[in-house]
């Protein structure tokens, strides 16, 4: 199983991070290759929440199926999913305050290819670069609406696990 995993901080509550994360409807302003997300609850809050995402990938659009496996309110959020052809994907968002302020956001994505050595070739190839670039994209997304959403003075959603 290949791993993706980057981490930064930014200057904005654990809550509000968290309040941002967990709303997956917002996925299209994190990520250029989301155009859209069905079926998603108003914020991920427990095992079995489910969505789906409308992601352009090599041209095409790509539908994946994501179901929440792991969630603890203001620490860590799993989902997993199938983007096809014999792909598993896990995807791990963690928020952790920080002692001086703010947030330190991770995003893990473990995912296993299929083809055994052949599948390890296309990683090489370009599929670990395209989901490193993801994750930071996504991270500095989430950054930036927190941001927003603080300047705003959002007030975050309760927490529910």
Same mark, same amino acid.
């Given at each position: 199983?290949?791993?993706? #995993?980057?981490?930064?901080?930014?200057?904005?509550?654990?809550?509000?991070?968290?309040?941002?994360?967990?709303?997956?409807?917002?996925?299209? #302003?994190?990520?250029?290759?989301?155009?859209?997300?069905?079926?998603?609850?108003?914020?991920?809050?427990?095992?079995?929440?489910?969505?789906?995402?409308?992601?352009?990938?090599?041209?095409?659009?790509?539908?994946?199926?994501?179901?929440?496996?792991?969630?603890?309110?203001?620490?860590?959020?799993?989902?997993? $999913?199938?983007? $096809?052809?014999?792909?598993?994907?896990?995807?791990?968002?963690?928020?952790?305050?920080?002692?001086? $302020?703010?947030?330190?956001?991770?995003?893990?994505?473990?995912?296993?290819?299929?083809?055994?050595?052949?599948?390890?070739?296309?990683?090489?190839? $370009?599929?670990?670069?395209?989901?490193?670039? #993801?994750?930071?994209?996504?991270?500095?997304?989430?950054?930036?609406?927190?941001?927003?959403?603080?300047?705003?003075?959002?007030?975050?959603? #309760?927490?529910?696990?």
């Amino acid at each position: 199983m290949a791993r993706i #995993e980057h981490t930064i901080e930014v200057d904005v509550p654990v809550e509000i991070v968290w309040d941002v994360w967990s709303d997956v409807r917002r996925l299209p #302003e994190l990520s250029k290759s989301t155009s859209e997300v069905r079926g998603a609850p108003e914020r991920l809050t427990k095992v079995g929440d489910t969505f789906c995402q409308v992601a352009r990938a090599a041209g095409k659009n790509a539908s994946v199926q994501w179901v929440v496996t792991s969630i603890r309110a203001q620490d860590h959020l799993v989902i997993e $999913g199938s983007p $096809g052809f014999g792909v598993h994907a896990s995807i791990t968002e963690r928020v952790r305050a920080l002692p001086a $302020g703010g947030t330190a956001l991770t995003l893990e994505a473990d995912y296993a290819l299929p083809f055994g050595p052949l599948g390890k070739v296309v990683s090489k190839l $370009g599929l670990d670069r395209l989901a490193m670039r #993801e994750s930071c994209e996504v991270l500095d997304g989430v950054a930036r609406l927190a941001r927003k959403a603080q300047a705003a003075g959002a007030v975050p959603a #309760e927490p529910r696990a």
